[in-house]
């Protein structure tokens, strides 16, 4: 009847076009996570000391899922076109696994997101910064990371310099507190990174040390990420449902 | 006559001016008022006027050892070396001055500060006695200003308010592990479950019906392919214009 073939061809439309939007967002979701994976942003070091691997992990998981539902928005499109149950099948199952993947990579990214909290940067930062003479270029990864963040953004600490004053640390084993309340890096420098006022630096004199925290300046760049992946994710997680929904019911209609 | 002369000797020995003064923690808005190992204090400014010979010292001592501080005890001896603070020495002098170092008035917008324990070279140099050098511990200390004509005490100020400095919590008392969960993550979480929970029921109830295979009263719809019933004639009605002479 006419009537139920217009239904057909209107439904067999919508599934099309479901999978061509998945297919698109596919791509996008890989694009951004190799993005992700492969920017620099200079911040690496900070989380690999975390030991907190999970956003990389949620990112590769990003891409792979993004090529499959590329390739499954394919054959969905194939099936529909072809009603052939077998194909819509296969497409329902595998899109499931991928659905579940990707629910896996969203939860990820948002719950590592959580864990950055400000202690896990303070405790990191006074266990591992530590500033050798000047003579020796042998800092580690930490301290470089550190003093480049404090450089640029003109911050010190997590919290402000109160930091090192409020916490054993193993700057302090090797530096005393009357030469070095907190790091030269917190004082305001000059272009060949010489306080510019060392004695109003070690007074605390607003204006020559940096009286802000880095908190906010790690925390932005990785929260944009980590939020992107996790709900990009959630939206295209979304869609796909109604777009499986939708091809369930069809297979479901479809004559042998 | 002997009896006025000495209530007129007495006096003169003990002639230590008593200043309306006690040393401060300054009121500027620094961040390294008190550290673990320094504080800072206000200058003397106006304090010392009618002094200009004398040598202005800076006395720290321990809080129980105010009472029991001898004022003629010189700068620099054994008695008070800063190396030896705080035991067996309970009070040192530093900071040597005279007015000129603190002039009256203070010009305004200027910070006039003493740091005191700011000096780390000399402090374990035996030779430096007066060194104005890290303090050993968190205190409570307190402070007071000393005036010396040679090795005459002439003026005091009072004794200041203990001082306490900061002590360093272990860094071990930083708990990175109870981080709680923001609103978007369990919102996340909650609806992409129920989502996948509706999808697997979708699934199973998909493959319950291809199974059961009992496809009879919904609804099909044909393949795109339609197929064309051919109608077959079964007689050939037109077939005999011949037949009728």
């Known amino acids: 009847m006419a009537k139920s073939d217009d239904c057909v061809h209107i439904l067999q439309g919508l599934l099309v076009f479901g999978n061509v939007v998945i297919g698109m967002c596919g791509i996008a979701l890989t694009a951004e996570c190799i993005y992700f994976v492969s920017s620099s942003h200079g911040l690496s070091p900070l989380l690999k000391a975390t030991e907190d691997i999970d956003i990389n992990a949620a990112a590769w998981i990003g891409i792979f899922v993004g090529l499959a539902l590329f390739a499954l928005s394919i054959l969905g499109i194939i099936g529909v076109i072809k009603a052939s149950r077998t194909l819509l099948l296969v497409y329902i199952i595998l899109m499931l696994i991928t659905f579940a993947f990707e629910m896996a990579s969203c939860i990820t990214a948002a719950t590592h997101q959580d864990s950055l909290t400000p202690e896990l940067f303070l405790k990191q930062m006074l266990e591992s910064y530590q500033k050798s003479e000047p003579a020796n270029n042998s800092d580690n990864e930490v301290t470089k990371t550190w003093d480049e963040l404090m450089l640029q953004n003109h911050c010190c600490g997590v919290q402000g310099p109160s930091d090192w004053q409020e916490y054993t640390s193993t700057f302090r084993l090797t530096h005393s507190d009357a030469d070095y309340p907190w790091p030269r890096m917190c004082c305001v420098l000059n272009a060949q990174r010489i306080p510019v006022n060392l004695d109003g630096c070690k007074l605390g004199v607003p204006g020559y040390y940096n009286s802000n925290g880095c908190y906010n300046a790690i925390s932005g760049p990785v929260s944009t990420h980590a939020w992107g992946v996790a709900w990009f994710g959630f939206a295209i997680l979304c869609w796909t449902f109604c777009v499986l929904l939708g091809t369930m019911f069809y297979w479901s209609g479809i004559e042998y | ?245």
């Open chain 2, 1 to 245: 006559t002997m009896l006025p002369l000495l209530l007129l000797l007495l006096p003169a020995a003990h002639g230590i001016a008593q200043l309306r003064y006690a040393p401060v923690l300054t009121q500027e808005p620094l961040e390294g008022v008190t550290t673990a190992s320094t504080f800072v204090l206000d200058q003397p400014r106006c304090v010392f006027k009618d002094y200009g010979n004398a040598d202005i010292w800076l006395v720290v001592a321990l809080e129980q050892a105010i009472s029991t501080f001898d004022n003629t005890a010189g700068p620099g001896t054994n008695e008070t070396a800063f190396q030896s603070f705080p035991d067996p020495v309970r009070a040192y002098l530093t900071l040597n001055a005279t007015l000129a170092n603190y002039p009256c008035p203070k010009p305004d917008g200027e910070i006039t500060v003493l740091r005191v324990g700011s000096e780390t070279s000399c402090a374990q140099d035996e030779t430096r006695p007066t060194c104005n050098g890290p303090l050993p511990g968190p205190g409570p200390y307190r402070a007071k200003f000393l005036a010396l004509e040679g090795s005459v005490p002439v003026a005091e100020t009072g004794w200041s308010e203990p001082i306490m400095l900061r002590t360093a919590k272990p860094l071990s008392s930083i708990s990175t592990t109870d981080s709680g969960h923001s609103a978007g993550m369990i919102a996340i979480t909650t609806i992409l479950s129920i989502l996948f929970a509706i999808l697997l029921a979708g699934l199973v109830a998909m493959l319950v019906f291809w199974s059961s295979d009992s496809c009879g009263g919904s609804s099909t719809f044909s393949k795109p392919e339609s197929v064309t019933v051919r109608r077959y004639n079964t007689h050939h009605v037109y077939d005999q214009p011949a037949a009728r002479l």
